[in-house]
């Protein structure tokens, strides 16, 4: 069974992904999405040619469905303590994904989940940067039962759009866009990137950058609209709220820059390379099992506050707005890509196959799979040296 959490970026989509494909591992999937609104409503989602069964439930009703279903084992997606009490109260193995470790960046949170993570079968970290962020929140958890499992790219999902259409819509000829896909918040620290930019397009004179993204923070997107309009470089940054053509951003693009002060696993960047686009990105989960460290993907510049592993919302709060230590760094790296330009077009097919080669979601699943059953067989096992009998397969 997998439990997720509706309509947060990449942990949503990492949980839609898994309840399509474990079955192809012999795992029965149910999708259970927790809904205010219903009582316990089922439904069916399909990607391609493949489906899941979804169930909606309000919490309150989630402990009955679980004690009437019965699964061997949860795949729980976002911290939901509700899930992973009702499950610890009939015995049900808990393998949660730490899509990031943002839930425990205030130090007040750790000794409440240090008591809750023993209630968690095992973890499965998407970088190994979250997990480290998590075993310095909680060292007492034991360091073997977190695996990392980087997230991995469904091809069926990707698409490309012809390139030169796809800069005709967007009124491009000679252009270098830069594109930044994120949501404009604290994390994706938007601010800090604008500001950088109007710094390279003085530079550059035909840099462009291309935000598109919800307004998850609505008081810190019109921040972010007013930095702009008092900008030099205004016209040539260019605001967009949410896109559901992002592969025709992606296409019409020369590069791909992310500046945010934390990331589990960036599905943005991930799907950038995907379409052949050089990444630059500040220093986050993932940022340098995507890149590496040899330039032939892009270039991973520090982190805006310093070090990534140390991170807590009061100093992402007090940097949202003041000039950032990787403001330099960021400006010559975005130049340096925009002065090989020709080198980056040359490999933009190289670079789009290489990717789909190094991030297949069958790997990302198998992982998973094997993880899901390692903590259901260790719970099976318990039940029948007990004599209870096993439960049945969900």
């Avoid at 080669?357 to 390692?374: K, Y």
Wanted: hydrophobic share 40%.
């Amino acid at each position: 069974m997998v439990v997720g959490v509706p309509g947060i970026g990449g942990l949503d989509k990492i949980a839609i992904q898994l309840a399509l494909y474990l079955p192809a591992h012999d795992i029965e999937t149910v999708f259970v999405v927790p809904d205010e609104g219903s009582e316990h409503s089922q439904a069916s989602g399909e990607a391609g040619d493949k489906a899941y069964q979804e169930i909606r439930l309000e919490p309150r009703n989630f402990a009955t469905w679980l004690r009437a279903y019965r699964p061997d084992v949860i795949s729980l997606h976002g911290t939901t303590d509700w899930v992973v009490d009702s499950a610890a109260e009939l015995g049900i193995p808990v393998v949660e994904t730490l899509h990031g470790a943002h839930s425990f960046f205030d130090s007040r949170g750790w000794a409440a989940e240090r008591l809750r993570s023993r209630k968690v079968a095992s973890f499965v970290a998407v970088s190994e940067l979250v997990r480290r962020q998590y075993l310095r929140a909680n060292p007492q958890y034991s360091a073997h039962r977190i695996i990392t499992v980087p997230n991995g790219i469904d091809v069926c999902s990707i698409t490309t759009p012809d390139r030169s259409a796809a800069r005709g819509r967007l009124g491009l000829r000679e252009q270098f866009l830069f594109v930044s896909l994120a949501r404009y918040s604290l994390q994706k620290n938007t601010f800090g990137l604008v500001q950088a930019f109007d710094e390279l397009a003085r530079l550059c004179p035909d840099v462009h950058l291309l935000i598109a993204g919800p307004a998850q923070d609505v008081s810190y997107c019109r921040q972010v609209l007013r930095l702009r309009d008092n900008l030099q470089h205004a016209d040539r940054i260019h605001l967009r709220g949410n896109c559901d053509e992002t592969a025709t951003l992606l296409s019409a693009a020369d590069g791909f820059v992310l500046n945010s002060f934390f990331e589990g696993w960036a599905l943005a960047s991930m799907e950038a390379l995907a379409l052949g686009l050089p990444i630059v990105t500040s220093e986050v989960g993932g940022a340098r099992e995507q890149i590496g460290e040899d330039g032939t993907r892009g270039i991973v510049v520090a982190n805006p506050l310093g070090d990534p592993e140390i991170m807590d919302w009061q100093a992402m709060s007090r940097a949202r707005f003041c000039p950032q230590g990787n403001k330099k760094e960021l400006v010559a790296a975005m130049a340096d890509i925009v002065a090989r330009r020709e080198y980056w077009a040359m490999m933009r097919d190289d670079l789009r196959k290489e990717s789909l080669v190094r991030f297949p979601i069958d790997r990302c699943v198998s992982e998973h799979a094997l993880a899901l059953a390692n903590a259901a067989g260790a719970r099976i096992s318990s039940t029948s040296r007990k004599g209870s009998g096993s439960p049945r397969h969900g």
